[in-house]
């Protein structure tokens, strides 16, 4: 049974940090590329980083870019470093697993985690 566990979401004031880790099982994902996303309230889920299977290539929302940093910690595991975050941050975020980088972020996933809140308080 695939699983994708995300942890490390909370409530933090604007202007911190948050660090998501994503634990995945069921499947060898020394092939995935490993990704987060983020649905916040009202509105659609959309992309925020992605790690090529090598931890080599990356890719970013403009909205994430320059504050958040994606790495591939081991095959199995990702993480999110979140940093200057702000309230527009809000929202809960899914980890999730694709055949490349390029496919993440166009929302192209083979599986999905249930995700973890974040709350950033103004």
């Known amino acids: 049974q695939v699983q994708l566990v995300e942890s490390g979401g909370g409530l933090v004031q604007a202007g911190g940090s948050l660090r998501l880790s994503c634990a995945a099982s069921g499947v060898p994902f020394s092939r995935y590329a490993l990704g987060w996303f983020r649905q916040a309230p009202g509105k659609e889920r959309e992309f925020v980083a992605a790690v090529s299977w090598s931890g080599t290539t990356t890719s970013y929302s403009d909205s994430a870019q320059g504050r958040f940093a994606i790495s591939r910690d081991n095959i199995n595991t990702v993480s999110l470093q979140m940093n200057s975050l702000n309230s527009e941050d809000t929202a809960v975020y899914y980890c999730?697993?694709?055949?490349?980088?390029?496919?993440?972020?166009?929302?192209?996933?083979?599986?999905w985690g249930s995700g973890t809140r974040v709350t950033v308080s103004s």
């Open positions: 999730a697993a694709g055949v490349n980088v390029g496919m993440l972020a166009t929302a192209q996933a083979k599986y």
